[in-house]
Structures are given as C-alpha cells and as structure tokens.
C-alpha cells in the first residue's frame, strides 16, 4: 500500500514557540492531504483539508492563523503550529489519498507536548 | 451533521473468542467506511474499506460489513489473538472519495492469553 510519513514523530517545545509538522506521501502523488487532531481517549478530529498549490480548508472552531498549512508540491503538507501553548499539545496525524482512489493512508503521527 | 458511534467503548476477551465491534452513523448517504487499528501512541493501520455499494469485506480473520440504509457497519474477529489488542476506529467518507474522514470514538479491545 501507499506510504505516508510524519517527521517528527515527537516534538517538545516551549510555550510561544512554533512547531513545524512535516507529512509526506512516500510513493505516489496527493493532490490532497488531510490534517487531524487527536486528544487522549478521543476520536481523530479533522482540522483542515490541504490542497496541493492552493489554500487549506479548515474546519469550523480551527483557528487558520493557529494553525497555518503549506502544501507546495504533490508529495509534502506542513503544519505550522505558531506560538503553541500547552493546550495544542495533542497528536497530529495527516493523511492522504491516491488521486481518484477511495482508501486513505495514514501517517504515524507526530505526538505535541508544549511546556 | 454527519455522526459515528462505536460500541462497546471497550471490550476484554480471553484469547480464542470470536467479538464483534459495532459502529453507526446518522446520514447513510457516505461513500465509503473504513476499519482502523491503532496501537497506543502510534498511527492507524487501515484494516477494511467498505464501499457504499458493498456489504462486506474480509481479510484473514477479519470481516467487515456494512447495511448502508440502516447507518451500521460490524467488523467480526475470529479467533482473538493478544496480538489483536488495540482501538479499532471505524470512520466514514464524507460525500465522495478523496474527501476526509469522520470518525467514531473507537473501540479499545482487550485480549488476554
């Protein structure tokens, strides 16, 4: 199956600090990649769709200045959590699907602890 | 506003039980729904994909199936094995392929040997 990878896996920072999330599909090309958030013994929650070349579409109560998503080329989504406080810390997980396919593929996560 | 509701919460078994994981949704317009699996602290394993035109999938000792215009989807697995202890999400396509993904809370399966 398709490939998808995170880096970091794991990230600490301080509270005020930004923290950049790279998710890249390894072997084929995305048109679109889908960021989420999931806090403990909770469900994933979709914080915003990217689309390769345009603006992301968030969600609603997904603060855009927050959370700022690049998705420059085909096989890279970045998430940039900008000033984080200890409330953003959390585990992220992007996926994506091979274009035109219904089956997403996701990566390992990158898990956020701010201090 | 579409929901996914997985039931049991959590479910311990003793090795060799056959279990059932229960999940619905609301609007039983999707696409598609898929089984996950994930460990602790780590990503999620796709499992099954159901298309809305299917009923069920199966693979190894796993079977997924889906009754679209009632909103279910059951995921059957025989045999349990320790090594099956994870959550199994299941989560449904919103409208079209390609599109994200709306997730129950999970199911958090306990197996003992």
């Known amino acids: 199956g398709a490939v998808v990878s995170q880096h970091p896996s794991r990230v600490i920072c301080k509270s005020g600090t930004s923290v950049k999330i790279e998710c890249r599909s390894l072997?084929?090309?995305?048109?679109?990649m889908f960021w989420y958030r999931q806090f403990p013994k909770k469900s994933l929650m979709l914080m915003a769709t990217s689309n390769e070349g345009s603006k992301a579409t968030y969600e609603q109560g997904v603060e855009k200045d927050k959370f700022l998503i690049n998705h420059a080329s085909l096989t890279l989504s970045t998430l940039t959590v900008t000033s984080a406080h200890p409330e953003d810390s959390s585990f992220y997980i992007c996926?994506?699907?091979?274009?035109?396919?219904?089956?997403?593929?996701f990566g390992p996560g990158t898990r956020l602890t701010v201090l | 506003k579409q929901e996914v509701t997985q039931i049991p919460a959590a479910l311990s078994v003793p090795e060799g039980e056959n279990l059932v994981l229960n999940c619905s949704f609301t609007?039983?317009?999707?696409?598609?729904l898929q089984w996950f699996r994930q460990d602790p602290g780590k990503g999620l394993t796709s499992l099954l994909l159901?298309?809305?035109?299917?009923r069920e999938q199966t693979s190894g000792r796993l079977n997924a199936s889906l009754d679209k215009s009632s909103g279910r989807s059951t995921l059957y697995i025989a045999a349990s094995q320790p090594g099956d202890s994870a959550t199994y999400l299941c989560?449904?396509?919103?409208?079209?392929?390609?599109?994200?993904?709306?997730f129950g809370k999970g199911t958090t399966l306990s197996v003992s040997s």
């Open positions: 072997d084929f090309q995305a048109t679109t």
């Open positions: 159901i298309q809305s035109s299917q």
């Open positions: 996926s994506a699907a091979l274009p035109g396919g219904n089956e997403q593929f």
């Open positions: 989560a449904v396509n919103r409208v079209q392929a390609g599109t994200a993904l709306i």
């Open positions: 609007d039983s317009a999707i696409y598609n």
